[in-house]
Structures are given as structure tokens and as C-alpha cells.
């Protein structure tokens, strides 16, 4: 589940969710697989293209990820 939160950032609901219900085995491994991964691409992407992508989310976020 953990490797989706990379995928589909709005599933951390379930983290948040893990978090309120007490499931904390199922919290850090969303947090681990989340930190690894996130490490993972910051080392293969670089930091500037992830706050290139944090820039344009508002955008995305008005108009859909259909015209990008």
C-alpha cells in the first residue's frame, strides 16, 4: 500500500486514517516505503524537478492533468 501513496499522493488518507484508528505498524510502513521512495527519486530526479512539480500543482489542481 505504501508504494501507491508514491503513485497516487492522495491515498495518504490512509496514513492519515492508520494514524486517527491507532494502526501505527501500517503508518510507518506507509511512512517508510514513502521516505525510501521519495529518497529514491529526490537522488535519481534531483531536487529541482520536485519543486518544479510542487510549482505547477496548483495549476494542475485548476485546470486537470488532461492539458498537461
Do not use: N
Not at 521519495?38 to 524537478?49: E, P, S, Y
Amino acid at each position: 500500500v505504501g508504494a501507491c501513496c508514491l503513485v497516487k499522493p492522495p491515498l495518504a488518507v490512509l496514513f492519515a486514517w492508520a494514524a486517527l484508528r491507532g494502526r501505527w505498524r501500517f503508518a510507518a510502513g506507509l511512512a517508510g516505503v514513502f521516505a525510501v521512495g521519495t529518497a529514491a527519486a529526490v537522488a535519481r530526479f534531483g531536487v529541482a524537478d520536485h519543486r518544479d512539480y510542487l510549482r505547477v500543482l496548483p495549476a494542475i489542481a485548476r485546470t486537470g492533468e488532461a492539458f498537461w
